[in-house]
T-cell receptor
Framework: AQSVTQLDSQVPVFEEAPVELRCNYS??????LFWYVQYPNQGLQLLLK??????LVKGINGFEAEFNKSQTSFHLRKPSVHISDTAEYFC????????????FGTGTLLAVQP | DGGITQSPKYLFRKEGQNVTLSCEQN?????MYWYRQDPGQGLRLIYY???????QKGDIAEGYSVSREKKESFPLTVTSAQKNPTAFYLC???????????FGQGTRLTVV
């Protein structure tokens, strides 16, 4: 079975500061990893995904994430955040295959303060 | 533009009534999913369907039912058997075996 752990339920940060949102996963098979962003009362939008290849993945809005197989982690980073980055961020894992079931973490609220 | 449409955005129902949430997609995706979102619990899978006229239970299917009569449509019925139906419901779709799921804008159901 697969699972995802997002250790921080909320991360407060000042505008223009760097941020890292942590994600650890558990799986007995090869995985695909994703980060989604959700603005209030809206659906989820894909930020970035790791399928294979380079372990450093770049996404939209200046975000990037690094896949670390030995530490089973997929942390999300941004070097300088903006007020508009305030949102909930979800890490997700999929084993791929026919079912493509996405398993989500509990989410991290990124609160950017001026 | 292609996408997933959920309606309505907000829905209020009295306790004990069944209610159906709509999800339509024009992405020509084979697979569709329903998730429930509660504060602090992330997204939990209710039902999913990989092909017309076939669907499987997810992790929290009790009190819910679905149908998949058309490729484009995957409605979710919240029945009176669901003990705590107030939540934010998200529909998603992907190609079969596809890697990325696309989400609708969600329906917020409040049962009073």
């Amino acid at each position: 079975a697969q699972s995802v752990t997002q250790l921080d339920s909320q991360v407060p940060v000042f505008e223009e500061a760097p941020v890292e949102l942590r994600c650890n996963y558990s799986s007995s098979v090869s995985v695909y990893l994703f980060w989604y962003v959700q603005y209030p009362n809206q659906g989820l939008q894909l930020l970035l995904k790791y399928l294979s290849g380079s372990t450093l993945v770049k996404g939209i809005n200046g975000f990037e994430a690094e896949f670390n197989k030995s530490q089973t982690s997929f942390h999300l980073r941004k070097p300088s955040v903006h007020i508009s980055d305030t949102a909930e961020y979800f890490c997700a894992v999929s084993g791929g295959g026919a079912t493509n079931k996405l398993i989500f973490g509990t989410g991290t609220l990124l609160a950017v303060q001026p | 533009d292609g996408g997933i449409t959920q309606s309505p955005k907000y829905l209020f129902r009295k306790e004990g009534q069944n209610v159906t949430l709509s999800c339509e997609q024009n992405l020509n995706h084979d697979a569709m999913y329903w998730y429930r979102q509660d504060p602090g619990q992330g997204l939990r899978l209710i039902y999913y369907s990989q092909i017309v006229n076939d669907f499987q239970k997810g992790d929290i299917a009790e009190g819910y039912s679905v149908s998949r009569e058309k490729k484009e449509s995957f409605p979710l019925t919240v029945t009176s058997a669901q003990k705590n139906p107030t939540a934010f419901y998200l529909c998603a779709s992907s190609t079969t075996g596809g890697i990325e799921a696309f989400f609708g804008q969600g329906t917020r159901l409040t049962v009073v």
